[in-house]
C-alpha cells in the first residue's frame, strides 16, 4: 500500500469510495490503525479527554499534541496523520503557520483547525506556507462553551446555510477535506452534494464521504459514550479481567512460574 495523500483522499471522493478515519495517539494504537489499512490517522484533541483526562478539548497544550504526533510518527504509517491544532494556537495567520509548522516538524502530515468562515484567514496562511488543512465545521469541541454545551448542529435554517457557506469557502481556501461533527444527516447530504472535497462525518449521519470515530470511543474504553458511537470491540472488559487475573496470580503465587524465570 502507499502513502495516503490529501489528492488521494479527494480521487476517492471521486470514486464514490468511502473514507475510515480513526484517531490514534500513541506508537502502539498508530501501528495496529495503520496495519488495518486505515488510510487518515488524526492525532485529535480528543487525546485531551480520553487519554488525560480532561474535562474538555480546551486545556489541551501544543506541547501535549506534539509529543503524541511524534508518538504516532514514529510509526512511518502509510495513512496520512493529521495533527489537531489546540484551542487558542490559531488565533492569528501568523501563530498558525507558525504552529502548524512544529506538528510539520513533529511528524504530521497535515493539520486540522476548528471553523468555517471565521478561520479562513488562518486556513489560507496555513495552505500557503505549503501545510495541508483539513477543514471542521459543525458542533466545534473548542467553542463548547459558546455553544451552550454538546448539540447537534444545522437545527435550523439560518445555521444550516452557515454550514453550506463554511464548507464552500473553506473548500475555496483550499482545504483537502472536511470534518462534519454533529450535524442533522438531511443537511450533511447537502454538504457533501455542494463541495468537491470529502466530508468526514462524526455524528452527521451516513450521508458523508468517509467517517471518523475516536478510537477510544469504538473500542469501548470510554466512560461515557456519544450517541453517534459504534462499540466494535469491549477493551474495558478484557482489560479488567486481564488486570484482576494477574493480581489472583501474584497473590496465589502462580505468576511467574519456571517458562516466566530464567
Ligand atoms: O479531536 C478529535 O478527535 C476530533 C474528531 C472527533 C473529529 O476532532
Redesign the pocket.
Given at each position: 500500500m502507499v502513502k495516503t495523500t490529501p489528492q488521494r483522499l479527494k480521487e476517492m471522493k471521486q470514486r464514490s469510495e468511502k473514507i475510515a478515519v480513526l484517531?490514534a495517539y500513541d506508537f502502539p494504537t498508530a501501528r495496529l490503525v495503520d496495519e488495518a489499512g486505515i488510510p487518515v490517522i488524526?492525532v485529535?484533541?480528543?487525546?485531551g479527554m480520553v487519554v488525560l483526562g480532561y474535562e474538555n478539548?480546551l486545556p489541551v497544550t501544543m506541547e501535549e499534541m506534539l509529543h503524541h504526533v511524534r508518538a504516532v510518527a514514529r510509526v512511518k504509517p502509510k495513512a496520512l496523520v493529521i495533527g489537531?491544532m489546540p484551542y487558542r494556537t490559531y488565533e492569528t495567520p501568523e501563530q498558525a503557520v507558525a504552529n502548524a509548522q512544529r506538528f510539520v516538524e513533529a511528524g504530521a502530515d497535515a493539520v486540522?483547525l476548528?471553523g468555517g468562515e471565521d478561520v479562513l484567514p488562518q486556513v489560507r496562511a496555513v495552505i500557503a506556507a505549503g501545510i495541508p488543512v483539513l477543514g471542521?465545521v459543525g458542533l466545534l469541541?473548542q467553542s463548547v462553551q459558546k455553544l451552550g454545551g454538546y448539540k447537534v448542529q444545522g437545527k435550523t435554517t439560518e445555521s444550516a446555510e452557515q454550514l453550506l457557506r463554511d464548507v464552500t469557502l473553506l473548500e475555496q481556501a483550499g482545504v483537502f477535506a472536511v470534518?462534519v461533527?454533529c450535524v442533522v444527516a438531511s443537511v450533511t447530504k447537502k454538504l457533501t452534494e455542494a463541495i468537491a472535497i470529502p466530508t468526514?462525518g462524526?455524528g452527521a449521519g451516513p450521508h458523508c464521504d468517509g467517517q471518523?470515530?475516536?478510537i477510544h470511543d469504538m473500542l469501548g474504553l470510554s466512560p461515557r459514550l456519544p450517541k453517534h458511537t459504534k462499540v466494535y470491540a469491549n477493551i474495558t472488559t478484557a482489560m479488567r479481567e486481564a488486570c484482576a487475573a494477574y493480581k489472583q496470580d501474584v497473590e496465589q503465587g502462580r505468576f511467574p512460574e519456571s517458562r516466566q524465570s530464567f
Open positions: 484517531t488524526l485529535g484533541d480528543s487525546l478539548t489537531d486540522k476548528e471542521h469541541p470534518v461533527e468526514i462524526i471518523v470515530l475516536v
